[in-house]
Nanobody, 118 residues
Framework: QVQLVESGGGLMQPGGSLRLSCLAS?????????????MDWYRQAPGKQRELVAR???????DYADYVKGRFTISRDNAKNTVYLQMNSLKPEDTAVYYC???????WGQGTQVTVSS
């Protein structure tokens, strides 16, 4: 069984910051440790399709969607089986449920709600 548990969402004013966490546990990490996996953050706003926000490889390389580049930072702590998403300069259009994903697998967390509003 694989579990991805996101946390850190909430209500924030425009221009504010939030830090999301995704804790990974389960069987696929037993034989291959967490550090071997590429991890992604996605988001889904009401009425819209789920979209990729950021990704980090096993080697620590990162990539970002244009709409968050320069504002969001993805990182990982392999000792804690955790991937993070630091979100700065938040905008109302960042409002969405944020999910983490083990890349190229069907393993998703339950999501954490981020609402940016004054």
């Amino acid at each position: 069984q694989v579990q991805l548990v996101e946390s850190g969402g909430g209500l924030m004013q425009p221009g504010g910051s939030l830090r999301l966490s995704c804790l990974a546990s389960g069987s696929i990490f037993t034989g291959r440790i967490f550090s071997f996996y590429d991890m992604d953050w996605y988001r889904q706003a009401p009425g819209k399709q789920r979209e990729l926000v950021a990704r980090i490889t096993s080697g620590g390389s990162t990539d970002y969607a244009d709409y968050v580049k320069g504002r969001f930072t993805i990182s990982r702590d392999n000792a804690k089986n955790t991937v993070y998403l630091q979100m700065n300069s938040l905008k109302p259009e960042d409002t969405a449920v944020y999910y983490c994903n083990v890349r190229d697998t069907a393993y998703w967390g339950q999501g954490t709600q981020v609402t940016v509003s004054s």
